[in-house]
């Protein structure tokens, strides 16, 4: 048997019309300052992550600390969750940095020494 | 590579734009694409087979062309919908012929058509509307002035391929745009006039 064609009411199909022509007003061309967010967090590519675990409010917070192999001091604190079980926060830490690493196994990292630190 | 079915589509409207649905033969039609009638017969097996599937098809092409509305809210993007509209009248002028036979009971295409022709009036006038909102067209003189203009496009859409025929004339697509364009064009702004001077003119003088 032969399927029978869809078909769409008449006002209905003219609503969904003026639908399409209303997109034309309400929706604008973004700027492109819009895509500056891409160059803007590009450092955050070769960044060593670090997770971090701080007791709070009687949990145990997981941050993770993405700092710049170039220059340690340009770096960005994010809180990621927080657990009541120490353990489960920290394998919570574990995994979450090593989704948000760029390599897993943490061959990118930052020293101290790179801080110059003057010591006199 | 086209497949058969496809083969015989094609060819099955190339022969019905040429001598008419009814007068077209099985033999004809296997003939223009160099294939048996038995082999014709195992892809349709009749007649009706075939031209069911013309309709359907043709019914297909004519949505492709109404989803092609307001891509873009210029002028021009009209403009490449009735490209469109005239390369679909222009290759399927057979199927017009078919409504003006006397007492023929509406079928299920003619429903379907009934439906297609009814959608396209309505983005007519819708493109109108957005037209005249975007102040490229002057407001409507009179309540329902636009509803009758795009009536008069509608048929000029449909008919000017047939009414060139008819005249012996030529029917070209540059003339074919100008002449829907000519029934908006009194109707346009300054702004609108200068859009159409802009973007549409140069690609009606190709």
Request: charged fraction near 20%.
């Amino acid at each position: 048997m032969r399927k029978k064609p869809f078909s769409i009411d008449q006002a209905a199909y003219a609503n969904l019309l003026a639908g399409i022509n209303n997109l034309h007003f309400t929706e604008r061309k973004g700027n492109l300052s819009d895509f500056h967010l891409y160059s803007n967090d590009q450092w955050l590519a070769d960044t060593a992550v670090i997770e971090q675990l701080t007791r709070s409010k009687g949990e145990w917070q997981v941050d993770l600390l993405f700092a710049s192999i170039y220059n340690p001091l340009k770096f960005l604190k994010r809180h990621i969750t927080s657990h009541v079980c120490p353990k489960r926060a920290a394998q919570q830490a574990h995994f979450m940095r090593r989704l948000a690493a760029k390599d897993q196994r943490g061959t990118l990292t930052v020293s101290a020494d790179q801080l110059n630190p003057c010591l006199n | 590579m086209l497949s058969t079915k496809q083969r015989i589509l094609n060819a099955s409207v190339k022969l019905f734009n040429e001598y008419g649905v009814d007068a077209v033969r099985l033999q004809q039609i296997a003939e223009e694409i160099g294939i048996s009638v038995g082999n014709l017969a195992y892809h349709y097996k009749s007649k009706d087979a075939i031209i069911e599937s013309v309709y359907e098809q043709v019914i297909d092409e004519f949505s492709h062309i109404f989803r092609q509305y307001l891509q873009s809210p210029e002028l021009a993007d009209f403009d490449q919908q009735l490209s469109l509209y005239y390369q679909f009248f222009q290759a399927n002028q057979f199927y017009l012929a078919e409504f003006f036979k006397a007492s023929t009971t509406p079928g299920d295409h003619t429903v379907a058509w009934q439906q297609a022709v009814n959608k396209m009036l309505l983005q007519l006038r819708s493109w109108l509307l957005f037209h005249q909102q975007r102040e490229v067209l002057k407001p409507e003189p009179t309540p329902g002035f636009y509803d009758q203009l795009a009536q008069s496009l509608w048929m000029s859409l449909v008919f000017s391929p047939i009414f060139n025929t008819m005249r012996g004339l030529h029917s070209t697509e540059t003339s074919y745009k100008q002449t829907v364009w000519s029934h908006i064009r009194p109707y346009f702004t300054e702004q609108g006039l200068a859009e159409y001077q802009a973007d549409v003119v140069p690609l009606l003088s190709y």
